[in-house]
Protein backbone atom coordinates (compact mmCIF):
# COMPACT_ATOMS: atom_id res chain seq x y z
CA UNK A 1 0.00 0.00 0.00
CA UNK A 2 2.91 2.62 0.56
CA UNK A 3 3.59 1.80 -2.99
CA UNK A 4 0.59 3.76 -4.14
CA UNK A 5 0.95 6.68 -1.65
CA UNK A 6 4.05 7.30 -3.13
CA UNK A 7 4.35 6.01 -6.67
CA UNK A 8 1.27 7.79 -8.20
CA UNK A 9 1.05 11.31 -7.07
CA UNK A 10 5.05 10.93 -8.13
CA UNK A 11 3.82 9.69 -11.41
CA UNK A 12 1.16 12.46 -11.55
CA UNK A 13 4.33 15.68 -10.92
CA UNK A 14 6.43 13.74 -13.10
CA UNK A 15 4.20 13.46 -16.17
CA UNK A 16 2.32 17.13 -15.74
CA UNK A 17 6.35 18.14 -15.73
CA UNK A 18 6.92 16.18 -18.79
CA UNK A 19 3.82 16.87 -20.84
CA UNK A 20 3.98 20.88 -20.47
CA UNK A 21 7.51 22.19 -19.63
CA UNK A 22 9.37 19.77 -21.56
CA UNK A 23 7.01 17.90 -24.48
CA UNK A 24 9.33 17.02 -27.00
CA UNK A 25 12.41 16.02 -24.86
CA UNK A 26 13.52 12.45 -24.62
CA UNK A 27 13.10 12.20 -20.54
CA UNK A 28 13.24 8.35 -18.89
CA UNK A 29 9.40 6.61 -18.98
CA UNK A 30 8.95 6.78 -15.09
CA UNK A 31 6.44 4.69 -14.70
CA UNK A 32 7.95 1.64 -16.49
CA UNK A 33 11.04 2.22 -13.88
CA UNK A 34 8.55 2.13 -11.02
CA UNK A 35 6.72 -1.06 -12.66
CA UNK A 36 10.09 -2.57 -12.84
CA UNK A 37 11.14 -1.84 -9.68
CA UNK A 38 7.95 -3.30 -8.40
CA UNK A 39 8.42 -6.45 -10.37
CA UNK A 40 11.62 -7.23 -8.80
CA UNK A 41 10.84 -6.18 -5.88
CA UNK A 42 7.04 -8.05 -4.86
CA UNK A 43 5.23 -10.41 -6.63
CA UNK A 44 1.50 -9.28 -6.23
CA UNK A 45 -1.96 -8.39 -7.28
CA UNK A 46 -1.34 -4.88 -5.95
CA UNK A 47 1.72 -4.71 -8.67
CA UNK A 48 -0.52 -5.18 -11.58
CA UNK A 49 -3.06 -3.02 -10.11
CA UNK A 50 -0.03 -0.45 -9.56
CA UNK A 51 0.84 -0.96 -13.35
CA UNK A 52 -2.53 -0.46 -14.77
CA UNK A 53 -3.24 2.59 -12.74
CA UNK A 54 0.79 4.63 -13.61
CA UNK A 55 -0.27 3.00 -17.23
CA UNK A 56 -3.58 5.10 -16.65
CA UNK A 57 -1.87 8.37 -15.50
CA UNK A 58 0.73 7.74 -18.61
CA UNK A 59 -2.39 7.43 -21.22
CA UNK A 60 -4.27 10.75 -19.41
CA UNK A 61 -1.16 12.73 -20.44
CA UNK A 62 0.65 11.76 -23.36
CA UNK A 63 -1.20 9.28 -25.20
CA UNK A 64 -3.74 9.21 -27.98
CA UNK A 65 -5.75 6.25 -27.28
CA UNK A 66 -6.33 5.62 -23.21
CA UNK A 67 -5.81 2.04 -22.27
CA UNK A 68 -2.30 1.44 -24.50
CA UNK A 69 -0.05 2.36 -21.77
CA UNK A 70 -1.56 0.58 -18.88
CA UNK A 71 -2.08 -2.83 -21.20
CA UNK A 72 2.09 -2.30 -21.98
CA UNK A 73 2.83 -1.91 -18.22
CA UNK A 74 0.87 -4.97 -17.30
CA UNK A 75 2.54 -6.64 -19.64
CA UNK A 76 6.08 -5.91 -18.36
CA UNK A 77 5.51 -6.26 -15.08
CA UNK A 78 4.17 -10.26 -16.08
CA UNK A 79 7.37 -10.16 -18.26
CA UNK A 80 9.38 -9.09 -15.35
CA UNK A 81 8.14 -11.58 -13.53
CA UNK A 82 9.06 -14.38 -15.93
CA UNK A 83 12.27 -13.28 -16.19
CA UNK A 84 12.99 -13.29 -12.39
CA UNK A 85 12.77 -16.80 -12.32
CA UNK A 86 15.26 -17.25 -14.46
CA UNK A 87 17.85 -13.74 -13.98
CA UNK A 88 17.99 -11.62 -11.07
CA UNK A 89 17.81 -7.83 -11.93
CA UNK A 90 20.67 -6.98 -8.86
CA UNK A 91 23.41 -4.89 -10.41
CA UNK A 92 23.27 -1.62 -12.19
CA UNK A 93 24.70 -2.78 -15.76
CA UNK A 94 21.84 -5.64 -15.74
CA UNK A 95 19.27 -2.95 -14.39
CA UNK A 96 19.94 -0.89 -17.37
CA UNK A 97 19.76 -3.29 -20.17
CA UNK A 98 16.74 -4.76 -18.66
CA UNK A 99 15.05 -1.13 -18.51
CA UNK A 100 16.42 -0.55 -22.30
CA UNK A 101 14.73 -3.63 -23.85
CA UNK A 102 11.71 -3.55 -21.21
CA UNK A 103 11.18 0.25 -22.92
CA UNK A 104 11.54 -1.07 -26.01
CA UNK A 105 8.88 -3.74 -25.57
CA UNK A 106 6.64 -1.39 -24.29
CA UNK A 107 7.01 0.64 -27.19
CA UNK A 108 6.28 -2.29 -29.11
CA UNK A 109 2.76 -2.93 -27.60
CA UNK A 110 1.98 1.03 -28.15
CA UNK A 111 3.51 0.64 -31.40
CA UNK A 112 1.25 -1.88 -32.91
CA UNK A 113 -2.16 -0.95 -30.67
CA UNK A 114 -2.07 2.75 -31.66
CA UNK A 115 -1.31 1.48 -35.70
CA UNK A 116 -4.07 -1.30 -35.37
CA UNK A 117 -6.35 1.79 -34.29
CA UNK A 118 -5.12 4.27 -36.93
CA UNK A 119 -2.62 6.31 -35.35
CA UNK A 120 0.52 6.40 -36.92
CA UNK A 121 4.27 7.21 -35.10
CA UNK A 122 7.47 6.87 -35.53
CA UNK A 123 8.95 4.10 -33.57
CA UNK A 124 12.34 5.23 -33.70
CA UNK A 125 12.00 8.72 -32.68
CA UNK A 126 10.13 8.15 -30.12
CA UNK A 127 10.91 5.20 -28.00
CA UNK A 128 14.40 4.63 -28.77
CA UNK A 129 15.74 7.75 -27.31
CA UNK A 130 13.22 7.14 -24.35
CA UNK A 131 14.69 3.30 -24.15
CA UNK A 132 18.30 5.35 -23.95
CA UNK A 133 17.66 7.83 -21.03
CA UNK A 134 15.25 5.28 -19.40
CA UNK A 135 18.36 2.46 -19.65
CA UNK A 136 20.89 5.17 -18.37
CA UNK A 137 18.82 6.61 -15.29
CA UNK A 138 17.25 3.23 -14.09
CA UNK A 139 20.24 1.95 -12.01
CA UNK A 140 19.86 5.24 -10.41
CA UNK A 141 16.66 5.91 -9.75
CA UNK A 142 15.60 2.34 -8.32
CA UNK A 143 18.37 2.89 -5.50
CA UNK A 144 16.60 6.06 -4.68
CA UNK A 145 13.23 4.15 -4.77
CA UNK A 146 15.11 1.77 -2.30
CA UNK A 147 15.54 4.83 0.16
CA UNK A 148 12.52 6.61 -0.45
CA UNK A 149 10.59 3.23 0.49
CA UNK A 150 12.88 2.92 4.09
CA UNK A 151 11.36 6.57 4.66
CA UNK A 152 9.18 5.67 8.17
CA UNK A 153 5.67 7.45 7.31
CA UNK A 154 4.60 9.06 10.54
CA UNK A 155 0.97 7.78 11.88
CA UNK A 156 -2.53 9.31 11.91
CA UNK A 157 -3.91 10.04 14.86
CA UNK A 158 -3.40 11.37 18.32
CA UNK A 159 -0.47 9.75 18.89
CA UNK A 160 1.87 12.31 17.03
CA UNK A 161 0.58 15.17 18.38
CA UNK A 162 1.83 16.25 22.28
Avoid: C
Avoid at 30 to 50: E, W
Avoid at 52 to 60: K, P
Wanted: zero cysteines; charged letters at 10%; glycine letters at 6%.
Amino acid sequence: MKEFILFIPLTIIYWSFKSTVLPGFPLPDLSLVLVFYLATKRNTLGGVILAFVLGFIDDSFSSALLGTSSFALILVYLLVQVLMQKMHFTRAPIIAMGAFALTLFKGSVMWVLLYYSGISISYFYVFVPTAVTTALFTPALTSLIEVMQRVKLPRSGRENIR
